[in-house]
């Protein structure tokens, strides 16, 4: 069974610019939650999607949005780049994100965006 | 709010020793959820185990044993002989217990770097 996927693995971009990052759940998953990962900050909570709804956010700014497919693949979107957005952005996946008795929270290995 | 202290930044050890990572987390929640992470250098998160704060058994898996101390808000991991696959980076992490409404929120610690040596 296929994990979680990311792409791409590596972004460089400047200032102002906006990006996209792509995470593919493991099969069967519909919750599909971001992860912001720097050595400052260390890992905070971006926001979660199920069904296509966001159904928890974290404390980010409106820069950052994120959106899921009927399929369950999620976007994120960051728009007008700043240095302090540069960092590790994990996807994570579970059947329904609601923590039934035994489900788990897996992870990508991650997009490393760098802004210059 | 939630909180988990890693207190260990980075510990060091040689091939075949016992190390315990520390983790003491801080919830008014009745019901919650506790889990340990490992992020080797590849950058992935791999989940090591998840437990529910209605059940304090101790766990062990292979070398790995996990202690809960609801009294004292701890959830303690000991790595038994270590190994220097072992080498990553340990996150504990709380999430509550929604029973409705979803929404997979995980707080993390700040983490423990595990060196092992030979």
């Known amino acids: 069974k296929a994990g979680v996927t990311q792409t791409p693995r590596y972004l460089i971009k400047t200032r102002g610019q906006q990006v996209t990052l792509s995470c593919s759940p493991i099969?069967?998953?519909?919750?599909v939650s971001w992860y912001q990962q720097t050595p400052g900050q260390g890992l905070q909570f971006l926001f979660e999607?199920?069904?296509?709804?966001?159904?928890n956010k974290g404390n980010f700014p409106g820069r950052f949005s994120g959106r899921q497919f009927s399929n369950s693949r999620s976007e994120m979107n960051v728009s007008t780049l700043e240095l302090g957005d540069s960092a590790l952005y994990l996807c994570?996946?579970?059947?329904?994100?609601?923590?039934?008795?035994?489900?788990?929270?897996?992870f990508g290995s991650g997009t490393q965006l760098s802004v210059l | 709010a939630q909180k988990v202290t890693q207190a260990q930044t980075e510990i060091s050890v040689v091939e075949k020793e016992d190390v315990t990572l520390d983790c003491v987390y801080e919830t008014r929640d009745t019901t919650y959820y506790l889990f340990w992470y490992k992020q080797p250098p590849s950058g992935e998160l791999v989940f090591l185990i998840r437990?529910?704060?209605?059940?304090?058994q101790n766990e062990i898996s292979g070398r790995y044993s996990w202690n809960f101390q609801k009294s004292t808000s701890s959830f303690n991991f000991t790595i038994t002989a270590s190994q220097v696959v072992d080498s990553a980076v340990y996150f504990c992490a709380l999430s509550e217990a929604k029973i409705t409404g979803g929404g997979n929120k995980l707080t993390f610690g700040t983490g423990t770097q595990l060196k092992v040596e030979l």
């Open positions: 437990r529910n704060s209605f059940d304090e």
């Open positions: 099969s069967g998953h519909r919750s």
């Open positions: 999607y199920f069904s296509e709804t966001q159904r």
């Open positions: 994570a996946s579970s059947l329904y994100g609601t923590y039934g008795p035994n489900e788990k929270l897996f």
